[in-house]
């Protein structure tokens, strides 16, 4: 069974010139399955701060119904993830909750990032605590404007930069802060292969050894009992972009059991089989591969495979 935990459906009434049309296609994501040999795929969204304003109290609970709905009409292809703010306040918490216990979806999405606030703060303390109770994964994706978005307005830098940034740094913040000492039931998934985490655990780890050298800087709070690396490997990474070698060093870093297909399909609209030949160019076992590309997702969000 092969599972895409990384893909993006919106409602159509979301609709906007700028938005890529692809998301509102939900046929046509289906029909992209069935070529790419894709069996289902994992939908969520990132977009709390809407092009035209739109309430984002009213962004997670519209989402939340559209993935219900959808997911109950394509039980066999699609699995909506429910959509959450970390700092959104009780009303939000009320509707991830709805959306996780009533509405059974499996999973949530949050941004790396809102409005520059990020996972460390503590106004998202009761969030992480919610998702704790619940018992479910946590996919944390970058969102539309990151930190230093004002110096990659050209070639596409804040997606091909500014978002896997985002996520790093959000992470590592929320690691070296104590986040999974506080919190070490927490199953995240990273996307785009964490970022730049899995080549990390050295620098982070030297940074762990020297953290009372003043030269370097100040370390505060010092929290963790142990080294960063090992909070890294507690992480998920999902394999989104396109080049094996990194996916590899995913591997090496967190383990073979700590990674998940995904494409970032449709608003990345590269073809579905081009991101599962990624997976078959890896040098790990077929058994390996096979994890990779749905076994890992089974377990993790409690499918039957």
């Known amino acids: 069974m092969v599972i895409d935990c990384h893909a993006h459906l919106a409602p159509k009434s979301w609709l906007h010139p700028k938005s890529p049309p692809a998301i509102f296609n939900i046929e046509g994501l289906i029909e992209e399955q069935q070529r790419g040999g894709v069996d289902l795929t994992v939908f969520g969204?990132?977009?709390?701060?809407?092009?035209?304003?739109?309430?984002p109290l009213g962004v997670v609970k519209e989402f939340n119904e559209f993935a219900a709905e959808v997911t109950a009409k394509h039980p066999e292809h699609l699995l909506g993830l429910a959509c959450s703010i970390p700092f959104g306040g009780d009303e939000v918490l009320k509707e991830t909750e709805k959306a996780v216990r009533d509405y059974a979806l499996k999973g949530i999405m949050v941004n790396s990032s809102v409005n520059g606030e990020y996972l460390d703060s503590p106004r998202a303390v009761p969030f992480f605590e919610l998702v704790t109770e619940l018992d479910v994964p946590l996919f944390v994706h970058p969102p539309?404007?990151?930190?230093g978005n004002e110096k990659m307005e050209i070639f596409r830098l804040p997606e091909m930069l500014g978002r896997p940034f985002d996520t790093t740094l959000s992470l590592t913040r929320f690691i070296l802060t104590g986040g999974l000492?506080?919190?070490p039931k927490l199953k995240i998934v990273a996307a785009h292969?964490?970022?730049a985490l899995p080549m990390l655990p050295g620098r982070l780890g030297f940074g762990y050894e020297l953290r009372r050298d003043m030269s370097f800087g100040p370390w505060e709070p010092d929290v963790l009992t142990r080294p960063p690396a090992s909070y890294i490997q507690q992480l998920y990474f999902d394999t989104v972009c396109l080049h094996p070698p990194a996916v590899m060093c995913a591997v090496q870093t967190i383990g073979v059991d700590h990674?998940?297909?995904?494409?970032?399909?449709?608003?990345?609209p590269v073809p579905l089989k081009r991101?599962?030949?990624?997976?078959?160019?890896?040098?790990?076992?077929?058994?390996?591969?096979?994890?990779?590309?749905?076994?890992?997702a089974v377990k993790l969000l409690g499918l039957s495979g």
């Open 144 to 147: 539309r404007v990151t930190i």
């Open 193 to 195: 292969v964490g970022g």
């Open 45 to 55: 969204n990132n977009w709390i701060r809407t092009p035209d304003g739109v309430d």
């Open 275 to 296: 991101s599962v030949d990624v997976i078959h160019a890896l040098s790990v076992s077929d058994e390996d591969k096979q994890k990779i590309l749905g076994g890992n």
């Open 259 to 268: 990674v998940l297909f995904g494409s970032d399909f449709p608003p990345v």
């Open 181 to 183: 000492e506080k919190f």
